[in-house]
T-cell receptor, first 112, second 114 residues
Framework: NAGVTQTPKFRVLKTGQSMTLLCAQD?????MYWYRQDPGMGLRLIHY???????AKGEVPDGYNVSRLKKQNFLLGLESAAPSQTSVYFC???????????FGPGTRLTVT | SQKIEQNSEALNIQEGKTATLTCNYT??????LQWYRQDPGRGPVFLLL?????KEKRKERLKVTFDTTLKQSLFHITASQPADSATYLC?????????????FGAGTRLAVHP
């Protein structure tokens, strides 16, 4: 039981490049979330999903897109990376009954 | 504006003492509040959840209180150990629509010294 995994762990992009971050969970959770964490700030919700095939905007969705084609996977895309997207990205999942969220190990993204 | 505030300054305490961390929020009426632990370079780990109708919740050496009138939660670690050194985050779901969309505080770093 791996819990929540994220790929890749580190990435450096040039401004304007695109990339996709992959999140996978093996707990059969309905809800999945993407957060970003910046120094001195709390985790901020980018997008979330309440089930396979659904996505919704969170607090800071601009510049990101997401997809949840399979229940266990939640993808975060950056179409045209900007230096302001330099951050650590965390994926999380939770069941629809219990409220605790299970987090992945994070992806450290640098945009130059 | 709506926000969650945690003491941004690190809390330094001696091993064996009780650590008390504060979480204040404004303009929310959450049904529950959660506390997480985050170690450097890792994702947050869930510790405790306390509901609005619960005044206090305990788990081993951890205790959380929730005062909906003061809009404040206190997180206590008794008999603290160096292994308790980490950043502690509080979080709440500001919406009544469910889906557990959490708003997080910036966290308080705790350092327990031998």
């Amino acid at each position: 039981n791996a819990g929540v995994t994220q790929t890749p762990k580190f990435r450096v992009l040039k401004t304007g490049q695109s990339m996709t971050l992959l999140c996978a969970q093996d707990m059969n959770h309905e809800y999945m979330y993407w957060y970003r964490q910046d120094p001195g700030m709390g985790l901020r919700l980018i997008h979330y999903s309440v089930g396979e095939g659904t996505t919704a905007k969170g607090e800071v969705p601009d510049g990101y897109n997401v997809s949840r084609l399979k229940k266990q996977n939640f993808l975060l895309g950056l179409e045209s990376a900007a230096p302001s997207q330099t951050s650590v990205y965390f994926c999380a999942s939770s069941g629809d009954i219990s409220y605790e969220q299970y987090f992945g190990p994070g992806t450290r993204l640098t945009v130059t | 504006s709506q926000k969650i505030e945690q003491n941004s300054e690190a809390l330094n305490i001696q091993e064996g003492k009780t650590a008390t961390l504060t979480c204040n929020y404004t303009n929310y009426s959450p049904a529950y509040l959660q506390w997480y632990r985050q170690d450097p370079g890792r994702g947050p780990v869930f510790l405790l959840l306390i509901r609005e109708n619960e005044k206090e919740k305990r788990k081993e050496r951890l205790k959380v209180t929730f005062d909906t009138t003061l809009k404040q939660s206190l997180f206590h670690i008794t008999a603290s150990q160096p292994a308790d050194s980490a950043t502690y985050l509080c979080a709440l779901d500001p919406s009544s629509g469910g889906y557990n969309k959490l708003i997080f505080g910036a966290g308080t770093r705790l350092a327990v010294h031998p």
